[in-house]
């Protein structure tokens, strides 16, 4: 899907109101068009809102029914609340072209999160990692990735695309971690 430029990041006035991460729109532009995409931990649906203004078909799920119900008149998304972090995994069985996560980490699900993209598809993740602690929130060393922790859980049968880690000025200072990656074949679970 031809994606143009991510518009410029804004003052955060209303979680809905914030401008998508300049690293899922610049990947985004690997998605085909009318492509299933999971927003997977979605909060207010900022990429949701952007991928379907992009021409793909949006999945956006939440444990946040009130961030939801910001999304339910978006054409080309669906929501979905459910509980990310529940014993049992909500989504088993269920495949996407891409799979979008963005500020979001609960280690447990890590490897099913790339078990739900279908071959050929891509993976965009981008959250904080150690480091961050000092800049602010998150400070909890069990929402912070370590160093190099999204290429260690990388599985067989997938081609990374692009890996970066380190502090960022913007949209605000943080310690980031971001890998976009697609599945070139069968992945090992």
Not at 18 to 47: K, M
Not at 70 to 87: H, I, K, Q
Request: hydrophobic share 45%; net charge neutral.
């Amino acid at each position: 899907m031809s994606m143009p430029d991510p518009p410029a990041a804004q003052p955060m006035v209303h979680v809905t109101a914030a401008a998508p991460s300049e690293w899922v729109c610049r990947f985004a532009a690997l998605i085909a068009p009318g492509a299933s995409v999971l927003d997977y931990a979605c909060g207010g649906g900022r990429h949701a809102r952007w991928l379907a203004a992009h021409g793909a078909r949006v999945v956006a799920v939440d444990r946040d029914a009130a961030a939801l119900e910001g999304l339910r008149e978006v054409e080309g998304v669906t929501t979905r609340r459910l509980e990310l972090e529940a014993a049992d995994w909500p989504l088993a069985g269920e495949h996407f072209d891409a799979v979008v996560v963005s500020n979001y980490l609960y280690r447990p699900r890590l490897a099913a999160l790339f078990g739900l993209v279908r071959p050929g598809g891509l993976l965009i993740y981008e959250t904080f990692m150690i480091g961050n602690e000092r800049l602010g929130k998150p400070s909890n060393p069990e929402f912070l990735l370590r160093p190099g922790e999204l290429l260690t859980c990388l599985p067989p049968g997938w081609s990374l695309v692009a890996f970066e880690q380190g502090e960022v000025a913007t949209p605000r200072p943080a310690v980031i971690q971001r890998l976009c990656a697609t599945r070139t074949g069968m992945c090992c679970r």
